[in-house]
């Protein structure tokens, strides 16, 4: 037989745990269907299909505070083929583009050393692909050519800013949260940076808008016309700095332009969200929350309905749709009519168990079809929820004034088949037809149908506990066991628990719940197989109780290996097995 040698190049595969508090923010959901999330210094790139960690990133020295996917509207063919492109900033100022297909880097930035605050590629342009806009610690917004690291223009503005959004009707108009309200910027362009400060307007808190004030009196005459409009703002935009007794927008979490109305902004607050006509300068819709609701944490506007996925603090996603109810009061008054903006919620998923260590910190779904989500929580997991919708009516209630959803009678031009009841889940706007006015009954020759909406969990992934770790490779490969070899690691954990893992695909192969007190090491039987020894904590002679459990793996099957023995005896060191 003649010997030869295969070269095959391996990627790292890293096993992540629990995130840290900077990487809060850092998850966004690209066009091409991955997740990119940081945990520490690493981004994980995950593909939602598979719930599987298919690439981690490493070369960031601090934590990474921001990931941005590059978008693929762009001309590119077998020559000059697409490649995924990220953008990642961390807390140490510095910016890496990334090559995520061979996990190099493409480009590395450094203009200050704070944390990133926000980071976007403008794809709405047809100038470059690779022009990156990022918002420097604490008040710089400079825009990066993200293949060469070459800075084309760099602009300063009197307050800290936070964040900022585009308004997707014109990219033109952009606006900034800063630390005491939000700056209008009109002029924006990749060319030059914008020549004015912006308008900057100030906007009181929803707590202290004549909405939270006390109720009219009862004698007084019932607002008509200019005054009834008037009363349903709940904030009002100015130009003129509030006064001291008035909250500032100082707790505000968010702000967003809404891609699915033009000249409408929706700002989050712990308790509310705020949809703000940017025409009118006032609120025309409110989302609250009463005193025994959970808060908000995030919210994300859907451009396909006029729909807001909102993430709580108990980790549940809710889903509202908007129901207008202008008709109505246009039929009563068609001079003096405002239209009000009511979010109704429509469906919501299970939420989680907190605890100190366990949070919710952030949500992002899907930007093709709008109908998936991932909430990733402190402890490294990322759990996939996907909405579902089926055909049936809910239950009678009068009081609650919703209208109800139906299913679109057409998709993309062409109508449902004689056959088909209606059409798949194959996105949102497929899945819920325009929302008819509150009280509207279809035409009976319509062959919409009533459904509902529901969240169904449809991946997890899991992430590694809190060290220390007792970790055993099994058994190699050989010529015998080639055929049915899996490459198992198996780490024991502080807590008793033993993690099997598959490098293969990095994925969570068994849990096991086998000791009482910390791991101290894992010795290989078989392929399928292994022994464990945990110690306690050792007594005032320096005694431990000592566990010894042989472990199968296909039944999940424990045994004492010594007998139940709770003798106090000196802790185990180690442990051999022979092959032979």
Same mark, same amino acid.
């Given at each position: 037989?003649?010997p030869?040698t295969v070269?095959?190049?391996?990627?790292a595969?890293?096993?992540t745990?629990?995130?840290?508090l900077q990487?809060?923010?850092?998850?966004?959901?690209?066009?091409q269907?991955?997740?990119?999330q940081?945990?520490h210094?690493?981004?994980l790139i995950?593909?939602?299909?598979?719930a599987?960690t298919?690439?981690?990133?490493?070369?960031?020295?601090?934590n990474?505070v921001k990931?941005?996917?590059?978008?693929e509207?762009?001309?590119?063919?077998?020559?000059?083929?697409?490649?995924l492109?990220?953008a990642?900033?961390d807390a140490?100022?510095?910016?890496?583009?990334w090559?995520?297909?061979?996990g190099?880097?493409?480009?590395?930035?450094?203009?200050?050393s704070?944390p990133?605050?926000?980071?976007?590629?403008?794809?709405n342009?047809?100038?470059?692909?690779?022009?990156l806009?990022a918002?420097h610690?604490?008040?710089?917004i400079?825009l990066?050519?993200g293949?060469?690291?070459?800075k084309?223009?760099?602009?300063?503005y009197a307050?800290?800013? /936070?964040?900022? &959004?585009?308004? !997707?009707?014109?990219?033109?108009? #952009?606006? =900034? @949260?800063?630390?005491?309200? $939000?700056?209008?910027?009109?002029?924006?362009?990749?060319?030059?940076p914008?020549g004015?400060?912006?308008?900057?307007v100030?906007i009181?808190?929803?707590h202290?808008?004549?909405?939270h004030?006390?109720p009219?009196?009862?004698?007084a005459p019932?607002?008509t016309g200019?005054k009834?409009?008037?009363?349903?703002?709940?904030v009002?935009i100015?130009n003129?700095k509030?006064?001291?007794?008035?909250?500032?927008?100082?707790?505000c /979490?968010?702000? &967003?332009?809404l !891609?699915s109305k033009?000249?409408h #902004?929706l =700002? @989050?607050?712990?308790?509310? $969200?705020?949809?703000?006509?940017?025409e009118?300068?006032q609120?025309?819709g409110?989302?609250?929350?009463?005193?025994?609701?959970?808060?908000?944490?995030q919210?994300?506007?859907?451009?396909?309905?006029?729909?807001?996925y909102?993430l709580?603090?108990?980790?549940?996603i809710?889903?509202?749709?908007?129901?207008?109810?202008?008709?109505a009061?246009?039929?009563?008054?068609?001079?003096?009519?405002?239209?009000?903006?009511v979010?109704?919620?429509? &469906?919501?998923?299970?939420?989680i168990r907190v605890?100190?260590?366990?949070?919710?910190?952030?949500?992002?779904?899907?930007?093709?079809?709008?109908?998936?989500?991932?909430?990733?929580?402190?402890?490294?997991r990322?759990m996939l929820?996907?909405?579902k919708?089926?055909?049936?009516?809910?239950a009678?209630n009068?009081?609650?004034?919703?209208?109800?959803?139906?299913?679109?009678v057409?998709?993309?031009?062409?109508?449902?088949?004689?056959n088909?009841?209606?059409i798949?889940?194959?996105?949102?706007?497929?899945?819920?037809?325009q929302?008819?006015?509150?009280?509207?009954?279809?035409p009976?020759?319509?062959?919409?149908q009533?459904v509902?909406?529901k969240?169904l969990l449809?991946?997890?992934l899991?992430g590694?506990?809190?060290?220390p770790?007792?970790?055993?490779?099994?058994?190699?490969?050989?010529?015998?066991?080639?055929?049915?070899y899996?490459?198992?690691?198996a780490a024991?954990?502080?807590?008793?628990s033993?993690?099997v893992?598959?490098?293969?695909s990095?994925?969570l192969?068994?849990e096991?719940?086998?000791?009482?007190?910390?791991?101290r090491?894992?010795?290989?039987v078989?392929?399928?197989?292994?022994?464990s020894?945990?110690t306690?904590?050792?007594?005032?002679?320096?005694?431990?109780?000592?566990e010894?459990?042989?472990v199968?793996?296909?039944?999940?099957r424990c045994?004492?290996?010594r007998?139940?023995?709770?003798?106090?005896?000196?802790?185990i060191?180690?442990?051999?097995?022979?092959?032979?």
């Open positions: 037989m003649i030869y070269n095959i190049k391996l990627a595969r890293t096993l745990g629990t995130l840290n990487n809060k923010t850092t998850v966004d959901w690209g066009w269907g991955l997740i990119a940081g945990c210094s690493s981004i995950i593909d939602p299909k598979t599987q298919i690439q981690v990133l490493e070369r960031h020295k601090a990474v990931v941005k996917w590059s978008r509207n762009y001309y590119h063919n077998l020559s000059s083929p697409y490649c492109r990220l990642s900033g140490s100022g510095k910016i890496i583009v090559d995520v297909v061979s190099t880097a493409h480009c590395e930035i450094q203009e200050h704070k990133i605050q926000d980071l976007e590629w403008l794809w342009q047809d100038a470059s692909r690779d022009l806009l918002v610690p604490p008040n710089y400079v990066w050519n293949d060469t690291g070459t084309l223009w760099k602009k300063s307050e800290n800013i /936070l964040s900022f &959004s585009f308004d !997707p009707f014109d990219p033109s108009n #952009m606006a =900034l @949260l800063t630390s005491e309200g $939000i700056v209008f910027i009109t002029d924006f362009s990749h060319s030059k914008p004015s400060a912006g308008k900057k100030y009181a808190s929803p202290a808008s004549p909405a004030s006390k009219a009196i009862a004698t019932a607002p200019a009834k409009a008037l009363n349903k703002v709940k009002l100015t003129e509030p006064t001291a007794e008035a909250v500032t927008l100082n707790d /979490l968010q702000l &967003s332009y !891609p033009r000249n #902004m =700002l @989050l607050y712990p308790r509310e $969200i705020l949809i703000l006509d940017l009118l300068s609120t025309v409110v989302v609250a929350i009463d005193r025994s609701g959970v808060p908000f944490i919210v994300i506007p859907c451009a396909q309905r006029d729909a807001l909102c709580h603090e108990n980790g549940c809710t889903l509202r749709v908007c129901r207008s109810t202008a008709a009061e246009e039929a009563a008054d068609p001079d003096q009519s405002v239209q009000e903006l979010y109704d919620l429509r &469906s919501q998923c299970d939420a605890t100190k260590t366990v949070r919710p910190y952030r949500m992002v779904i899907c930007p093709i079809n709008e109908n998936s989500a991932a909430l990733m929580v402190s402890d490294g990322v929820w996907e909405l919708a089926h055909t049936g009516k809910a009678a009068p009081s609650s004034g919703l209208s109800p959803l139906y299913s679109p057409s998709f993309c031009g062409a109508p449902l088949g004689p088909q009841k209606r798949q889940d194959l996105s949102l706007n497929s899945m819920i037809a929302t008819l006015i509150a009280g509207e009954v279809p009976p020759s319509s062959n919409q009533e509902q909406l969240f449809t991946g997890l899991s590694l506990p809190l060290p770790f007792a970790i055993r490779m099994c058994p190699p490969l050989t010529t015998k066991n080639i055929n049915h899996q490459p198992l690691l024991g954990t502080s807590n008793g033993i993690l893992y598959n490098l293969t990095g994925l192969h068994k096991l719940s086998v000791h009482s007190c910390e791991v090491g894992i010795e290989w078989s392929l399928t197989s292994f022994l020894f945990a306690s904590s050792p007594n005032n002679m320096g005694l431990v109780r000592n010894l459990q042989h199968d793996l296909p039944t999940g045994f004492a290996f007998g139940e023995r709770g003798n106090d005896e000196p802790p060191e180690m442990i051999k097995v022979s092959h032979l």
